[in-house]
C-alpha cells in the first residue's frame, strides 16, 4: 500500500493529528523540510591554493601601481597657491583689521596683502577661500536650518523649524534663513589684481555664477514663489543676527542671484565634514589660447575683513588652483593605490618563495631511502 511523503510526519505526526488530536496536540519545532530551512541550497566554496592566491596578489599589483603612479602625478601637476590673511601677526597688513574688527563693527575694513606667483597658471583658475578650527560638522549646527524655507515654503518662511533655535526670530520676527549655518555666512570680500611692469593694478575678472552645484541652485534652494519682487516676498521677516544686509540685498543687481538662489550663500550652507576646509568663492575664466589664465609676476589681493575668527582661534586664507580630469590636489588618493599595489606584489614574492621552498621540501619527503 503506498504512502505518500509528508516532512511532518518525520517528527511523529500525521497530517490528520492537528484535526483529531484536538487541543492537546504538541506543535513540532523542527523546522519545515524545505532546501532554504535544511541548508541544502546549492553553495560554492572557494578553495585557496597557491595556483589562485598569487596570482591575484601579482595582477593587483601590476594594476594598482600603474593607476597609482598616474594620480600622482596627475596630482602634482596641478598647480596651487595659498596665502594666509589672518592677520594674527603683527607684521600682517591685516593685523589691525583682525584685532579690532567683530561681529558689531558696522564700518568694513580693508586691508591689501601682496604676493608673487612664480608660475603661470594655465586653463581656468578656481578661487577658494580657506577656514581652519571651524566646526560645521558639529550635531547641532549641521541640524540649524530649515531645508522647507530655504526651498521657497511660505509657510516655513513665516514659521521657522524649532531646530533653527536660537536663530529662529529676532525682535518677534522670523529670521529668513534661519539656523547657526546661515547666521555664520562667510561674508570677506576678495579682490584680485595683477601688477604689470609699469605698476598699474589690472583688475582680474571674477565670475561669481557656476561656483554652486547645479542640483543645490534649481532644486533645493528657491525664493518665496510667486512674486518677483523680493523685497516683497520677504516682507514681514528679519535678517540673521550677524548679517548686515537682509536676504534679498545679497546681490540686487542679478535677480538671478539673489535671495535664496545667491551662489555664495548656496556654497555655504553645505557644511564641510572636518573643520579644516575649503570653499569655492569665484572663478576666473581663460580668455585665450595664447596667453595664460595668470601669468607669472606680481598681484595684489584686496581683502574687506568682515569674518572675525581670531575669537575661536581660527584661520583664513585664499587659494588660487587648477584642476585637472580627477579634480583637485589631492595626492593621497596616488599613494593608497601605489602603497596597496606595493603590499600586494611584496606579499605576492614572499608567499612564492615560501610555497618553492615548502613544495620541494614535501616532495623530497615523498622520496623513499
Known amino acids: 500500500m503506498a504512502s505518500s511523503y509528508n516532512a511532518k510526519e518525520e517528527d511523529g505526526q500525521h497530517s490528520g493529528a492537528s484535526s483529531h488530536g484536538g487541543a492537546g496536540a504538541v506543535k513540532s519545532k523542527k523546522p519545515d523540510n524545505t532546501a532554504f530551512k535544511q541548508q541544502r541550497l546549492p553553495a560554492w566554496q572557494p578553495i585557496l591554493t597557491a595556483g589562485t592566491v598569487l596570482p591575484a596578489f601579482f595582477v593587483i599589483g601590476l594594476i594598482f601601481i600603474p593607476i597609482g603612479i598616474g594620480l600622482y602625478v596627475s596630482s602634482n601637476n596641478i598647480k ?28 568694513p575694513c580693508v586691508c591689501s596683502l601682496p604676493f608673487t606667483l612664480e608660475q603661470p597658471f594655465e586653463s581656468n583658475v578656481f578661487m577658494y577661500y580657506g577656514l ?3 566646526y560645521q560638522n558639529h550635531r547641532r549646527y549641521v541640524k540649524s ?67 554652486a552645484w547645479w542640483t543645490d541652485k534649481h532644486v533645493k534652494f528657491r525664493n518665496p514663489g510667486g512674486i518677483n519682487n523680493l523685497t516683497v516676498a520677504f516682507q514681514g521677516t528679519n535678517k540673521p543676527v550677524n548679517w548686515r544686509k537682509p536676504v534679498y540685498e545679497l546681490d540686487p543687481t542679478d535677480p538671478e542671484n539673489n535671495g535664496f538662489i545667491n551662489e555664495d550663500f548656496i556654497v555655504w550652507m553645505r557644511t564641510a565634514a572636518l573643520p579644516t ?12 589660447n595664447m596667453t595664460p589664465t595668470l601669468p607669472s609676476g606680481r598681484y595684489v589681493l584686496d581683502i574687506t575683513y568682515n ?54 621540501r614535501n616532495n623530497s619527503a615523498d622520496i623513499p631511502n
Not at 579690532?100 to 564700518?107: A, D, H, K, M
Not at 530655504?150 to 529668513?176: T, V
Not at 547666521?183 to 598699474?200: A, Q, W
Not at 576646509?277 to 585665450?288: A, C, E, G, T
Request: charged residues 20%; proline residues 5%.
Open 80 to 107: 596651487e597657491f595659498e596665502i594666509d590673511y589672518t592677520g594674527a601677526d603683527i607684521s600682517s597688513p591685516c593685523y589691525n583689521c583682525a584685532k579690532n574688527f567683530s561681529w558689531n563693527s558696522t564700518t
Open 132 to 134: 581652519s578650527n571651524f
Open 145 to 211: 536650518r530649515d531645508d522647507s524655507q530655504l526651498n521657497g515654503d511660505q509657510s516655513s518662511l513665516k514659521s521657522p523649524s524649532k531646530e533653527c533655535e536660537p536663530y529662529r526670530a529676532s525682535d518677534g520676527l522670523p529670521i529668513a534663513p534661519c539656523g547657526a549655518i546661515a547666521n555664520s555666512l562667510f561674508n570677506d570680500t576678495l579682490e584680485l589684481y595683477h601688477i604689470d611692469s609699469n605698476g598699474t593694478k589690472n583688475a582680474i575678472p571674477l565670475a561669481k555664477k557656476g561656483i
Open 277 to 288: 576646509f575649503r570653499k569655492l568663492y569665484r572663478i576666473i575664466q581663460k580668455k585665450s
Open 307 to 360: 569674518y572675525p575668527v581670531l575669537s575661536f582661534d581660527g584661520r583664513k586664507r585664499m587659494i588660487l588652483s587648477t584642476i585637472s580630469w580627477m579634480g583637485g590636489k589631492n595626492p593621497f588618493l596616488g599613494i593608497a593605490y601605489i602603497t596597496v599595489g606595493s603590499i600586494c606584489f611584496f606579499l605576492g614574492v614572499v608567499l612564492l618563495i615560501i610555497h618553492h621552498k615548502y613544495d620541494t
